[in-house]
């Protein structure tokens, strides 16, 4: 990276940091795509950002799209699409900040990455993890505590992790977390959660953190991480045989699918997620969608009727009720 584009991106990245609220981790992501900007600059010869012109930036789409990764892979669509995001936010701050006098991105469209739908587990697969962990042991009733909360209130495992004790108020049912964009949300809890952190609190946590502030410890009393939270899901889900299907995030994708399959309102969904876009949130109707599609395909006679007919080699009824899907 040139010295004037590494200057440019410093401020930049600033700028993210203290206006924005980014994480650590979404820094690095836009450190990484400025990186690799810079690296294009400097094999086709332009002295910075500055410099750039719409031309410029087309070949740039191009020029990522044809690279390679440390693994020898092309680069994903994904991959592609936020490293020009990264790219069109720094030009877009350098006209905002008068350093430049116009934006030579502003006309450049990357790939759409396709959207995967989140992985979500069923009811039933959900009861076998938040069953796992037994015992009065302190790590049986954290563990318990943090499979529930996770599941009840829809919290990212940093947002989780991250939790004091005097975040979780009990008598209301709620939890306070600090969320993408230091965004404060509120969100309900259960009373089967709320039993199970009442459990931890006077149980389990006094025997390894009496004094630490942090709601989750480990066992030498410390915060718990990201990492550790982590293992203990892994844990749990392969006692329970979901261990290819079980991430910290799967709880998360699992609670908002079936409170949109049981009625809930998307934006509602959206306010306890705490998604800054509704479309982010839209996500989750298209695997409900799904799931409705399959139940009504497993159950519907006429639906049956014409998969049997399908497997058999026939022609599928026309008449009636037909089996229809979207």
């Known amino acids: 990276m040139s010295a004037r584009l590494a200057r440019h991106a ?23 795509d400025l990186t690799l900007y810079g690296t294009y600059l400097t094999e086709v010869g332009i002295d910075g950002p500055l410099r750039a012109t719409p031309e410029d930036l087309a070949e740039f789409v191009g020029w990522v799209r044809n690279r390679r990764t440390d693994r020898d892979r092309p680069y994903a669509a994904s991959t592609v699409a936020r490293t020009l995001v990264s790219v069109r936010g720094l030009h877009k701050f350098l006209v905002r900040e008068g350093l430049a006098d116009a934006d030579p991105s502003i006309e450049i469209s990357g790939p759409r990455p396709r959207r995967p739908l989140p992985k979500a587990l069923s009811l039933a ?12 042991e302190p790590s049986g009733l954290r563990d318990k505590a943090l499979l529930e909360v996770l599941y009840a209130a ?27 964009g230091n965004k404060e949300r509120i969100v309900p809890l259960g009373r089967v959660a709320a039993t199970a952190v009442d459990a931890w609190l006077v149980r389990g946590r006094p025997a390894l953190a009496p004094t630490s502030p ?25 006692a329970v ?17 079936h409170l949109l399959d049981n009625g809930a309102d998307v934006r509602v969904v959206q306010e306890l997620l705490g998604h800054a876009s509704v479309n982010t949130t839209q996500v989750y109707t298209l695997v409900s969608r799904a799931r409705l599609r399959s139940v009504y395909e497993r159950a519907h006679p006429r639906a049956l009727a014409a998969a049997a007919d399908h497997q058999a ?12 899907t979207s």
């Open 241 to 257: 045989g979901l261990a290819a299907n079980v991430s910290p995030h799967t709880l998360r994708h699992s609670f908002a699918t």
């Open 10 to 32: 410093d401020r930049y990245l600033d700028f993210l940091a203290v206006e924005r609220g980014l994480s650590t981790h979404s820094l690095a992501a836009y450190q990484r």
């Open 125 to 136: 697969q959900v009861e076998a993890l938040l069953a796992a962990p037994t015992g009065d």
């Open 154 to 180: 829809g919290l990212r495992i940093t947002e989780l992790v991250d939790l004091d004790v005097d975040d979780v108020d009990l008598r209301a049912r709620s939890v306070r977390c600090i969320g993408k």
């Open 313 to 324: 080699g026939a022609e599928p009824a026309t008449d009636g009720l037909q089996a229809r």
């Open 214 to 238: 942090a709601l989750l410890v480990n066992r030498g009393g410390g915060r718990l991480t990201r990492q550790g939270g982590w293992k203990i899901i892994k844990k749990h889900a392969e």
